[in-house]
């Protein structure tokens, strides 16, 4: 009985917590993270760095749609706090990823704790825009201070594929990063010839 009883133990999966930048960057990772059958996986929502409104609910309309399509419960904090993101960037904008990336590992890693979850992820590991070694470390460090692991996966990998699936359901694909900062690089700057916008 106790043999039975600890191999059950071992086929259950693991809870995972995967917080979600927007929907293009979660088809690929999620449905590889599926495939592998080890993870009972839920979603959050908590980007209070995405600049202006409209974009910010455009982008949150676009993943519950998505989230209802296959299946996924989420978590939505939906804050628009505008000020309490200038706030933290201001006379820092040189740092401005580190910051917005520590916001929102941070209170991942703190909804993971409290939900009980095994791990937490994030689809900032998609991007090859994104500036992965530092998500990896922050996703780390607030993962020993909250007491939940983080789960890394270099989700690049799927980038050409997530582009096609994201392409192939005519989802809303978004031109920059998300904060009014890398709005401005975006539509300031002449972007590379052939390279894709969605980031």
């Known amino acids: 009985m106790v043999m039975m009883k600890e191999k059950r133990e071992n086929m259950e999966r693991k809870?995972?917590?995967?917080?979600?930048?927007?929907?293009?960057?979660?088809?690929a990772p999620l449905q590889h993270l599926q495939q592998e059958d080890?993870?009972?996986?839920?979603?959050?929502?908590f980007n209070p760095n995405i600049h202006p409104y409209q974009e910010n609910q455009k982008r949150l309309h676009t993943l519950q749609e998505y989230a209802s399509d296959v299946?996924?419960?989420?978590?939505?904090?939906?804050?628009?706090?505008?000020?309490?993101?200038?706030?933290?960037?201001?006379?820092?904008?040189?740092?401005?990823?580190?910051?917005?990336?520590?916001?929102?590992?941070?209170y991942a890693a703190?909804?993971?704790?409290?939900?009980?979850?095994?791990?937490?992820?994030?689809?900032?590991?998609?991007?090859?825009f994104q500036k992965h070694d530092l998500i990896k470390e922050i996703g780390e460090a607030c993962g020993k201070e909250h007491g939940v692991k983080f789960l890394y996966r270099?989700?690049?990998?799927?980038?050409?594929e997530g582009i096609e699936l994201s392409k192939n359901i005519e989802m809303y694909r978004q031109q920059y990063c998300g904060c009014?900062?890398?709005?401005?690089?975006?539509?300031m700057a002449t972007p590379k010839r052939g390279e894709d916008e969605n980031r």
Not at 180 to 187: A, F, G, V
Request: net charge positive.
């Open 15 to 27: 809870k995972l917590l995967i917080h979600i930048c927007c929907a293009p960057c979660l088809i």
């Open 38 to 45: 080890e993870f009972d996986i839920r979603g959050l929502w």
């Open 71 to 106: 299946d996924l419960n989420l978590i939505i904090k939906d804050e628009y706090d505008l000020q309490g993101f200038l706030r933290q960037v201001a006379f820092r904008e040189g740092d401005r990823c580190r910051i917005c990336y520590h916001m929102r590992l941070n």
């Open 110 to 128: 703190i909804i993971a704790a409290k939900g009980g979850f095994d791990y937490y992820t994030t689809t900032l590991l998609y991007s090859k």
């Open 154 to 160: 270099d989700f690049r990998n799927y980038w050409k």
């Open 180 to 187: 009014i900062y890398s709005e401005k690089d975006r539509y």
